[in-house]
Nanobody, 127 residues
Framework: QVALAESGGGSVQAGGSLRLSCVIS????????MAWFRQAPGKEREAVAG????????HFADSVKGRFTISHDKEANTLNLQMNNLKPEDTAMYYC????????????????????WGQGTQVTVSS
C-alpha cells in the first residue's frame, strides 16, 4: 500500500518560515513526479512546487519563486518544502502528491493527473 503523509504545517506570522515534509511509504522514489499543491477555501487546487525524482528538475509557481524551495531525500523517501518569507496569501491546506512518470514533464502536469495524495497539512499565515 502506497501512502503519503504530510507534516510541518502550523500557524506563523507573515515573514516567518515553515518546513513541510512528506513521507512516502510503500515504494522507492524513482521516476516520479512529486509535487506540493495547496488549496484555500473557495479556490482551485494549485501547484506550488514540484520535481522529477529522476533528474531533480524542479518547478515553482510564480507566486512562491524565491521564497520556497523543494527537495527530496531518496534514502528516506521524503519530499520537503521549505517556505520562507510567508505571506497571508500562502494560507491554505497543503498536499503532497506523486505520479509515476517516465517522461518527467511534471511542470505541466495538472493536479487531476496525480494519483497518489496525502491528507494535507494546514498552513496559516497571519498578518
Amino acid at each position: 500500500q502506497v501512502a503519503l503523509a504530510e507534516s510541518g504545517g502550523g500557524s506563523v506570522q507573515a515573514g516567518g518560515s515553515l518546513r513541510l515534509s512528506c513521507v512516502i511509504s510503500g515504494y522507492t522514489m524513482s521516476k516520479y513526479c512529486m509535487a506540493w499543491f495547496r488549496q484555500a477555501p473557495g479556490k482551485e487546487r494549485e501547484a506550488v512546487a514540484g520535481l522529477y525524482t529522476h533528474s531533480e528538475r524542479t518547478h515553482f509557481a510564480d507566486s512562491v519563486k524565491g521564497r520556497f524551495t523543494i527537495s527530496h531525500d531518496k534514502e528516506a523517501n521524503t519530499l520537503n518544502l521549505q517556505m520562507n518569507n510567508l505571506k497571508p496569501e500562502d494560507t491554505a491546506m497543503y498536499y503532497c502528491a506523486a505520479l509515476q512518470s517516465n517522461f518527467g514533464i511534471c511542470g505541466i502536469t495538472p493536479a487531476f493527473k496525480y494519483n497518489m495524495w496525502g491528507q494535507g497539512t494546514q498552513v496559516t499565515v497571519s498578518s
